[in-house]
Structures are given as structure tokens and as C-alpha cells.
């Protein structure tokens, strides 16, 4: 299991393992990120993977970082590009397997990486191991929402592009503990993702899905609303979304672009004329506001669930600021003891054992 930090000493802190090389924008992004975060939070400290020279100089350039940035030299980077079996097989040498490692190690309580979604997953499942009773691992986001708390838990959002009826159970009580752990909801409402609301709508597996998640309602200690839509991720129907990779990959990407292009048109719609631009100036603070709730940098994090450490994937094209996010959110969880109470969770759920005849 991830090694848990002692927060019982004022000099203890949470150390967070930090890929620096995975995204588009560079190590320089990812040390601003980790100087956002190192600002606003000094309970936290790092491991930073990648070529020491080059982080070395990156580093130096902050000296609110001296003396919470450990470096670790390695050499190779894993691309967007590189097929995770030949990152499995080929990768020892990278940021990623490096910053993975110091999990494994339990040296560090997190890692945090904004590389290749495929390559991270498959070097997690391979070097951290599945729980106990989890075949297949999901990645879980948090997509902003009309609930009190913000946010809905999401989930899968692309580990695998399958998943049959008990994987989405598993998916439904490793989402109900987040959804505890992450956003305080006591008592989490699960819906189940489908292309109609009524039972007798969808594939085999969910009409499977649905009797197993209602079948275990009491007992985990949720409430199951049954099927839901695509209307209602956003909505406040649900808590917990609950649908296979391949849904819910496309069902994030497609909310991230319409954020983009909601955003895109409000400035051009404030740049048609002089009075537009006046109005601008007077709603620049409920513009601000907006801005806030839909920008995906705010929200930015994939968290792996499922495995024997915890794993956050940020995007790849994140800013200082995105990446601030994904560490935030990694801090939090690990300070909530959160794999260790998923593990539990899932733990609980397994069928009993038999005894054995006499």
C-alpha cells in the first residue's frame, strides 16, 4: 500500500513523486507547478524525475524551492507517441518509471504526471499491482457540476474501453469512495450511464450492472439513482457517474472542448462593438467567476483507482497552473489516507469465502 506521511510533527510532510518530462509544455511548466503549489500548501514536498542538469538550473531559478525539491537523474522520456508494451519493456530509464518507482518504493505517498495516458496506466498496473478483487483499473475525473459540492465523480474516463457488469460495480464503490474522500459527500448517489433512464434500455452488461449496484446499496452504504444520461453528468441527479473507458473518454473530451468554445465565443461576442466591449468591462467579475467554474486547468487530474498506490494523471497539455491542480488534488487525497480506505471498500465488496468441509 502507498506509505502514509505523518502529519503529527509540524516539520512532517506529504512528499509527492512528480514525472517532470511527460507534457506538452515542458519541465519549466511542471516546476512552476510545483512552485504554485509549494506557495499555497507547506505541508508538501517533491521528488522531481528527469535529467538532473536540466532541472537543476530550472529549480534554482526559485528559492522558495530549496530545500523541498529532491531530484532524481533520468535520462529518458516517454513520449505521447511510444506504445505503452514497448514503455513496459524499454522504459527503466525514464521520468515516468522513475517517478512511478518512488511509489512502489513507498518513498513517496503519490506520484503525479501529465505523459502518456496509455504508458503511465500500463507501467502503474505493472510496478504497483491491482488491488485485491480489481480486474480492470479506472481513471476517475471530477467534471464540474450544478451539485452543492461542484463537482460530479466520473469514472472510467479511459483505462480500458471495456468493462463488464462487475468491473462497473467495482467502479461504483471505488467512485463512492472517492467521491467521499474528495468531495466530503457523506452518502454518494451513484447513476450508472446509459442511453435512456429506463431499465429495460442498453446493453447487456448494464441491465447486468444495474442489479449488481443495486444489489449492494445498503450494504456499501450509497444510494443508487439507476440509469442516468449524458445531460445528467453535469447535472445534480448523481454524485458518482459510472460508465466504461471508452463512454467516458469520449463524454470528457467532449465536455473540455465545449468549455473551449463557450469561452472562444464570449470573447468574440465581447469584442463585437464598443458597447460590447463596455459591457465586458462591467460584468468582468461574474465573467471571472465563469471563467473559474469551466476552466479545465481548475479541475485538472485523472486519479488511477484500483491499484496499490495512487496515481494522477494530468493532462497533457497542462500549465503551471494545471499542474498545480493535479498536485492539489494528489495531496489531498494521500492526507485522507484514501487508498488505503478504497482498498477497504473494494476489499469488502468480494464474496465470501466458503468454509472449507470438514
Known sequence: MTAQTDHTSANARTLISVDAMGGDQGPAAVVAGCLISAEANPDISFILHGPEAELTALVAKHPLLAGRIQIRDAVGVVTMEDKPSHVVRTGKDTSMWSAIESVRTGEASVAVSCGNTGALMALSMIRLRKLPGVNRPAIAVLYPSSNAQG???????????????????????????????????????IGLLNVGTEEHKGRVELKEAHDLIRAHEAEAGFEFVGFVEGGDISGDKADVIVTDGFTGNIAIKTGEGTASLIGKRLREAFKYSIISRLASLLAYSSLMRLREKIDPRRVNGGVFLGLNGTVVKSHGSADATGVSAAIKLAAQLVQNGFNDKLAARVAAALPKEEPSPE
Not at 460530479?152 to 462497473?168: C, E, Q, S
Not at 469512495?177 to 457523506?186: I, K, P
Open 151 to 189: 463537482f460530479n465523480v466520473m469514472l472510467d474516463v479511459g483505462a480500458d474501453i471495456k468493462a463488464d457488469a462487475d468491473d462497473l460495480l467495482r467502479f461504483a464503490l471505488m467512485g463512492m469512495s472517492y467521491a467521499r474522500n474528495g468531495l466530503n459527500v457523506n452518502k454518494p448517489r
